[in-house]
């Protein structure tokens, strides 16, 4: 059997992930006050400034974020998109459950019960599209 390497530290927890998704729905940088606020409005977690600060700095170190201030305001920075992260995980994804068979991986999405025929539509189309 092939042994999967998958690259370690690039990973974010289930919590840098949800303060990772508020970043990027901000689409720029945000106060950590902001920050704060709205990982509690939307999804109840209500982090001290000093567990924020914890995560911000982990997630700097694997390269998702760039933390600095402006006088007495710490602010966060993406630095790596949300597109390019979700691409990171689904080669990953490819990789481990498909034997790296991308056609292996969509087939998996079009037998989903959730999958709506618009949406196979859709899917079908931008395959098509692949092609030009």
């Known amino acids: 059997m092939k042994h999967i390497e998958l690259e370690e530290g690039r990973d974010l927890t289930s919590c840098e992930t949800l303060i990772m998704k508020t970043i990027w ?7 950590a006050i902001d920050l704060r606020r709205k990982l509690k409005e939307r999804y109840g977690k209500d982090y001290s400034r000093t567990t924020l600060a914890t995560f911000l700095v982990k997630m700097s170190d694997k390269g998702f974020v760039k933390n600095y201030r402006e006088g007495r305001n710490a602010y966060v920075h993406a630095v790596k998109s949300e597109q390019e992260y979700k691409q990171e995980l689904l080669e990953d994804t490819k ?13 998996t999405l079009f037998r989903q019960k959730t999958v709506t025929k618009e949406e196979l539509e859709e899917m079908r189309r931008r395959l098509d599209g692949l092609d030009d």
């Open 95 to 107: 990789q481990f459950w498909f034997a790296g068979k991308a056609v292996d991986l969509v087939c």
């Open 25 to 31: 729905d901000e689409g720029g940088d945000i106060s």
